[in-house]
C-alpha cells in the first residue's frame, strides 16, 4: 500500500473508549488502513491499558511505512510517575468526579473564580487535573510521596511509543491539552507552577509545551513523532475548523467549543480558556451528560436506539410538556457532580413512549444549546455549528439541533475525526510546513424551521426554569 502514496502519517485517537488510528496519504488525507481496539470501562484505569490498545490497533504492520504519527487523547486525566517514569497508580480520568470538593476548595484558596478566570483561564472542576492532584494529596499521601511527575493521556502514550522506539528524550504536550490542567494558562501561554504547589505543597515535573508542529522525537526507524494534543483540539484539526464555526460533540460526554481569535475569562466557570492546536484559541464547555442519555431513555422505554430514534421524531415539539434535566451521571457544565435525572411535566395525556422519547433528545439536546449560548456569551461568533459524534447519526436529533442551536447545522461525513487531526499535525510536523488542506466532506444541512421558534422558545423557558428550581 505504502508504495501507491508517496509519504503515510497516522493520526491516533485514544480515547475514553478505545484506541482508533488512522493511516493517511499525507497530502490528500485519504484513509488508507485504519486499526482499533477497545479500553476497559472506568473512570480510573493502569495507562497500561491504553498501551495494550495502541499495539493491538496497530498489529499487522498497520504502519508499515508510516513516516510520521502524533496522537490525540483523552484530556485531563492525571498519569503519576515516579523516579523511574513507572506509574505511581491508575490514572483518574477526566469523568473521574471524586476531586469534586478539592475543585471548590482549590477555587477558594486562590482567591475565588474570577482570579482563575483572569489568570488561568478555567476555574477548577472535578475534570481537571489539578483537583486530581489535590485529591492525591488528601486521599493517598503515600502515592503522591512516590510521584515524581504528572503527565497527560496523550503525554503518556508518546513518550511511550518513542520509549519503545529508542527515540524519547523527555515528557512532552502541547498548548491544547496543556490548558485542561489547571496549572498551564492559555492566555500567558505559560505553567503556573504556584497552582501545582497549591494543590500538593511541593513542585513535580511537567511536560515541556511544544509548538503547535514541534516534533516530540523520532524512533530509530526514523518515525517522526508530532506533539499530539488532546482530544477536542484534535477534532478541531480534523475538521479544518474556521473562525465562525462552533463544533458540538455527542459521544460519551456533550462538548460545545469554537475557535477563537483571543483566550477568554468566564468567572462563571462554564466556558473553559483552552489553547486549539494551532496556536489560537478554543474556548469550550463539556457535559458528562451526551449519548448515554439516549441509551438511558432506550433502556428506560424497553427498545433500541433505533427504536428510540423512532418514537421521538413521531411526538411533537415539547415532548407534549414533558421536559427532561439529563444531569444522569452529575454534570460538568453546569457545575453539579452529585445531581441526577429530573422528568418534570409528566401527565396522563402526555405519558406516552413517543413523548418519553422526545423529551430525552430534547433534554440532551437543549443542554447543548445552553452551552453553545454560553460561548456566545463570551464574544464567540457561531456562524455554523458541526455536529459530530455518535448521536450525530440519530435522525431525531438531526430533526431539532438546528431550531434549537438557531443557525445552519452541518453534519461532516462519518469519520475518526481526533485521529484523522492527529494525522493532519503529524503530517505537518514532518514536512515543517503549515497544516494541509484536506476535504472535510458534509454529509446533510439543517436549516432551522422558521415555523418552530414558538415552540422552541417555551422548550427552552421550561428548561431553564426546572434547572433554576431545582439547582438555582
Known amino acids: 500500500m505504502a508504495t501507491k502514496h508517496e509519504q503515510l502519517v497516522a493520526g491516533v485517537d485514544s480515547s475514553t473508549q478505545s484506541c482508533k488510528v488512522v493511516v493517511c496519504d499525507a497530502e490528500t488525507g485519504e484513509v488508507v488502513r485504519q486499526g482499533r ?90 475534570s481537571f487535573t489539578v483537583t486530581k492532584l489535590r485529591w492525591l494529596r488528601r486521599a493517598e499521601p503515600e502515592s503522591l510521596g512516590r510521584t515524581r511527575a504528572c503527565v497527560l493521556p496523550h503525554d503518556w502514550i508518546t513518550g511511550q511509543i518513542l520509549k519503545q522506539g529508542g527515540g524519547f528524550e523527555g515528557w512532552t504536550t502541547d498548548r491544547g491539552d496543556a490548558s485542561g490542567t489547571g496549572y498551564w494558562s492559555a492566555g500567558s501561554e505559560a505553567y503556573l507552577p504556584e497552582l501545582i504547589d497549591l494543590a500538593i505543597g511541593r513542585s513535580i515535573e511537567v511536560p515541556r509545551v ?24 484534535g477534532a478541531a484539526l480534523g475538521l479544518g475548523l474556521r473562525p465562525g464555526d462552533a463544533v458540538i460533540s455527542l459521544g460519551t460526554s456533550g462538548t460545545a467549543f469554537a475557535r477563537h481569535g483571543a483566550a477568554v475569562a468566564d468567572a462563571s466557570g462554564a466556558v473553559a480558556s483552552f489553547a486549539d492546536a494551532t496556536g489560537d484559541f478554543l474556548p469550550l464547555l463539556a457535559t458528562l451528560n451526551a449519548a448515554r442519555v439516549m441509551t438511558a431513555g432506550a433502556s428506560m422505554l424497553g427498545v433500541d436506539l433505533a427504536e428510540l430514534d423512532r418514537l421521538a421524531t413521531t411526538a411533537p415539539r415539547g415532548a407534549g410538556g414533558l421536559t427532561l434535566l439529563p444531569y444522569l451521571d452529575g454534570e460538568r457544565t453546569p457545575n453539579l457532580p452529585t445531581a441526577t435525572g429530573t422528568l418534570s411535566g409528566l401527565t396522563r395525556a402526555n405519558a406516552t413512549p413517543e413523548n418519553l422519547a422526545r423529551a430525552v433528545v430534547e433534554g440532551m439536546v437543549t443542554n447543548l444549546a445552553e452551552a453553545l449560548d454560553a460561548l456566545r456569551r463570551q464574544g464567540v461568533g457561531v456562524e455554523r455549528v458541526l455536529l459530530i459524534g455518535g448521536a450525530a447519526a440519530s435522525a431525531a436529533v438531526r430533526s431539532m439541533v438546528a431550531d434549537l442551536f438557531g443557525v445552519p447545522v452541518h453534519v461532516p461525513a462519518s469519520g475518526e475525526y481526533v485521529a484523522l487531526g492527529a494525522a493532519r499535525q503529524a503530517a505537518a510536523t514532518l514536512t515543517g510546513s503549515d497544516l494541509p488542506d484536506w476535504e472535510v466532506r458534509t454529509e446533510t444541512v439543517v436549516e432551522p424551521d422558521p415555523t418552530a421558534a414558538e415552540e422552541t422558545a417555551d422548550l427552552r423557558g421550561r428548561y431553564a426554569e426546572l434547572r433554576s428550581r431545582l439547582h438555582g
Not at 482567591?111 to 476555574?123: D, F, L, N, S, Y
Not at 511544544?210 to 483540539?233: F, K, Q, W, Y
Open 210 to 233: 511544544l509548538g503547535p508542529t514541534e516534533a516530540a522525537g523520532r524512533t530509530e526507524s526514523g518515525m517522526v513523532l508530532g506533539p499530539g494534543t488532546g482530544d477536542n483540539a
Open 37 to 126: 481496539a477497545p479500553h476497559p470501562d472506568g473512570t480510573e484505569i493502569h495507562p497500561r491499558e491504553w498501551w495494550r490498545a495502541y499495539e493491538e490497533a496497530t498489529a499487522g504492520g498497520l504502519l508499515d511505512g508510516v513516516s510520521a504519527l502524533a496522537v490525540g487523547g483523552q484530556q485531563h486525566g492525571m498519569v503519576t510517575l515516579d523516579d523511574a517514569d513507572e506509574v505511581v497508580r491508575p490514572a483518574l480520568l477526566w469523568n473521574d468526579t471524586r476531586s469534586a470538593q478539592d475543585a471548590t476548595d482549590l477555587t477558594e484558596e486562590y482567591g475565588g473564580a474570577q482570579r482563575w478566570a483572569t489568570e488561568v483561564g478555567v476555574v477548577p472542576v472535578a
